[in-house]
């Protein structure tokens, strides 16, 4: 066998790296890019689904057990959807109302009372006594 070209099992890495190298540079592209929220999460989440599954398949040796992966994977996405949904609504009540309860919610473009724009203090500037 020649040393100038590589075997046809590894041929496939490559060609699997290439797209996953591919994959991400639209992803780092994307996050440099003005685009609409929604169309960025979207694009970012389905691509990185789409690598996920190319790794557990082709680097994980993953690709010949179907049903094994199946029955490992769904019932841990299903959990997970599940326990997002706890943390849903707390993040709802930040939103609304801020990080705390007892303060108000941010405007944008005012600086809050600890800024040094304010006339506070920044922490670093704060000696302990």
């Not at 070209?5 to 994959?23: N, S």
């Not at 609504?89 to 990080?99: A, F, H, I, K, L």
């Amino acid at each position: 066998m020649s040393d100038a070209h590589a075997p046809a099992g590894m041929r496939v890495m490559y060609f699997i790296w290439g797209w996953l190298l591919a994959l991400t540079l639209v992803e780092v592209f994307l996050a440099y890019e003005q685009v609409p929220l929604m169309v960025m999460l979207f694009a970012l989440l389905g691509m990185s689904i789409i690598k996920a599954a190319m790794i557990i398949s082709w680097f994980m040796h993953l690709k010949f057990e179907r049903i094994n992966l199946v029955l490992t994977i769904i019932p841990a996405m299903i959990m997970c959807l599940l326990l997002m949904n706890v943390i849903w609504p707390d993040s709802r009540r930040v939103r609304d109302r801020g990080v705390f309860r007892d303060l108000p919610p941010p405007v944008p473009g005012e600086a809050h009372s600890g800024s040094p724009e304010a006339g506070g203090e920044a922490p670093s500037e704060q000696v302990a006594q």
